[in-house]
């Protein structure tokens, strides 16, 4: 079955940084365009960034551009998240998830995504 597996999550102090990563498995991840969301305590889940089957093409949220870097290796199975100047507000946990679809945008809904991790936690002290 399909397995997605986040991991790099944990404490970070405000301005750092933390890359996580999403080994997928059980699929034919060079089919797949990846994404990235997070939900707050008491929050919807929200679109992070997104990046298509080939790595061509990336879409990052305004609230993260010029600091989250979506990135995909399809020899490894994995998509990344580099997450840099952290702020108290990036405090999450992180899912990453995967689609069939062929999607050029950013703003996704969770609907467009056919599979999903379990999340790592992202806490960012002030």
């Known amino acids: 079955q399909v397995q997605l597996v986040e991991s790099g999550g944990g404490l970070v102090q405000a301005g750092g940084s933390l890359r996580l990563s999403c080994a997928a498995s059980?699929?034919?991840?060079?089919?797949?365009?990846m994404g990235w969301f997070r939900q707050a305590p008491g929050k919807a889940r929200e679109f992070v960034a997104h990046?298509?089957?080939?790595?061509?093409?990336?879409y990052s949220e305004d609230f993260v551009k010029g600091r989250f870097t979506i990135s995909r290796d399809n020899a490894k199975n994995t998509v990344y998240l580099q997450m840099n100047s952290l702020t108290p507000e990036d405090t999450a946990v992180y899912y990453c998830?995967?689609?069939?679809?062929?999607?050029?945008?950013?703003?996704?809904?969770?609907?467009?995504?056919?599979?999903w991790g379990q999340g790592t936690q992202v806490t960012v002290s002030s």
């Open positions: 998830a995967a689609t069939a679809g062929l999607y050029y945008s950013r703003s996704l809904p969770t609907g467009a995504y056919d599979y």
């Open positions: 990046i298509t089957q080939s790595g061509n093409s990336i």
């Open positions: 059980g699929l034919t991840f060079s089919r797949y365009a």
